[in-house]
């Protein structure tokens, strides 16, 4: 989805919801300066062979484990603060934290290797020894990487072929599909929250603990959200929701308009005693 397109998206989404307008302000600032961003970004090559990427991919291991994803840390820090910059301006009521986020001076090379070491719990200690609050650190850094990885997604994601993956994780960067859309055909697709790639996964399936026993998977609609559902688990009380596109011309979603349109669905949820990070034994 391009920016024009997304910005049209944003409008249609501000007409049914003007409750909205000061949220949808901050995104459409905010997906600006991203996209700006992911234009200034060399297109990543791949340096692997092919069959390489195919071996990997089948194997069970997404791509990036194979090539891995080139976040330049200066790049990334320069990133990191224009996404606070945005953050700053419009949530007011977070101004004390923002500033906060501003004074400390980062050292962005070890951001990037503790998120891809998959060690979050070392960027949370982070911004406690700061005395930052750490989920808003996380979801700033999140944002500030989004750039490097669409853009290494639309580079490389062109070699993997569909029939490779039905993991629930994304078959480009490792991370897990946290929304769903039902494409034209039917055909169930997983939506990544950090490199916005999708794939298809099976119909019938809890995305977090693997079930396919049909007596455990239910879907619920609200009749005041049409086009979204939940598909929930009475296995391990986990849900996702899903956006329903099936028939229509219009094919693709932006994440985080689905997820702000869809909030009336995770109220649901939760009085129903569902959530959307369940724990499930590995």
């Known amino acids: 989805m391009n920016l024009e397109e997304l910005n049209a998206q944003i409008d249609r989404t501000e007409q049914r919801a003007p409750e909205l307008a000061p949220t949808l302000a901050y995104y459409r600032e905010l997906v600006k300066e991203l996209r700006e961003i992911e234009a200034g970004l060399p297109r990543v090559k791949l340096t692997a062979s092919e069959p390489e990427v195919g071996i990997t991919v089948k194997g069970g291991a997404p791509l990036s484990v194979l090539e891995p994803v080139p976040v330049d840390p200066q790049a990334f820090g320069l990133a990191f603060e224009r996404v606070l910059n945005v953050f700053w301006r419009h949530q007011q009521g977070r101004a004390e934290e923002a500033a906060a986020i501003a004074?400390?001076?980062?050292?962005?090379?070890?951001?990037?290797?503790l998120f891809f070491s998959e060690d979050l719990s070392g960027l949370l200690q982070m911004a406690e020894s700061q005395g930052v609050e750490p989920q808003l650190f996380a979801y700033l850094v999140m944002m500030a990487l989004r750039p490097f990885f669409r853009r290494y997604a639309t580079s490389l994601g062109k070699y993997l072929k569909r029939d490779w993956w039905r993991d629930t994780r994304c078959p480009v960067c490792g991370q897990k599909g946290t929304f769903g859309r039902l494409a034209k055909e039917g055909e169930r697709l997983l939506v990544c929250p950090l490199c916005d790639w999708e794939w298809p996964i099976r119909r019938i399936q809890c995305v977090h603990c693997g079930t396919?026993?049909?007596?455990?998977?239910?879907?619920i609609d609200v009749e005041e959200l049409p086009g979204y559902a939940l598909h929930a688990c009475n296995k391990c009380k986990g849900y996702l929701k899903v956006v329903d596109q099936r028939g229509?011309?219009?094919?693709?979603?932006?994440?985080f308009l689905a997820d702000l349109e869809s909030q009336p669905l995770d109220q649901v949820a939760a009085e129903r005693g569902y959530t959307r990070e369940p724990e499930v034994a590995q």
Do not use: C, F, N, P
């Open 103 to 113: 004074r400390t001076m980062w050292d962005y090379e070890e951001i990037v290797r």
């Open 248 to 255: 229509q011309d219009e094919q693709g979603i932006d994440l």
């Open 212 to 219: 396919e026993d049909h007596a455990q998977l239910v879907e």
